[in-house]
Nanobody, 118 residues
Framework: QVQFVESGGGLVQPGGSLILSCVAS????????MSWYRQTVGKERELVAS????????YYIDSVKGRFTISRDNGKNTVYLQMNSLKPEDTAVYYC???????????WGQGTQVTVSS
């Protein structure tokens, strides 16, 4: 059974930082790329960043380049998203899924809410 458990979200002021974590299970984590997505009310879920299975290559959408860093720990089945210089437009529920720029699984976890506000 595929499962994603996201955590680390919260309320932060503009310019602040957060580290999100996602623990995955139910599939061969080490063999799969992983990605972070985000969704706001009334909008479709969008890709934020992807990382290859070995961590050798990463992809970021333009709006987060230079501010966000995706990483993974294959020993812990965990993917991370370090978010710096946060902006109000980064406010969203953040999710993870397997796959590189496209989700592999139809199942999604509960996500973790990130709110950037003064």
């Amino acid at each position: 059974q595929v499962q994603f458990v996201e955590s680390g979200g919260g309320l932060v002021q503009p310019g602040g930082s957060l580290i999100l974590s996602c623990v995955a299970s139910g599939f061969r984590f080490n063999n799969n790329p992983m990605s972070w997505y985000r969704q706001t009310v009334g909008k479709e879920r969008e890709l934020v960043a992807s990382i290859m299975s070995t961590g050798s290559s990463m992809y970021y959408i333009d709006s987060v380049k230079g501010r966000f860093t995706i990483s993974r720990d294959n020993g812990k089945n965990t993917v991370y998203l370090q978010m710096n210089s946060l902006k109000p437009e980064d406010t969203a529920v953040y999710y993870c899924n397997a796959g590189y720029t496209k989700p592999i699984w139809a199942y999604w976890g509960q996500g973790t809410q990130v709110t950037v506000s003064s």
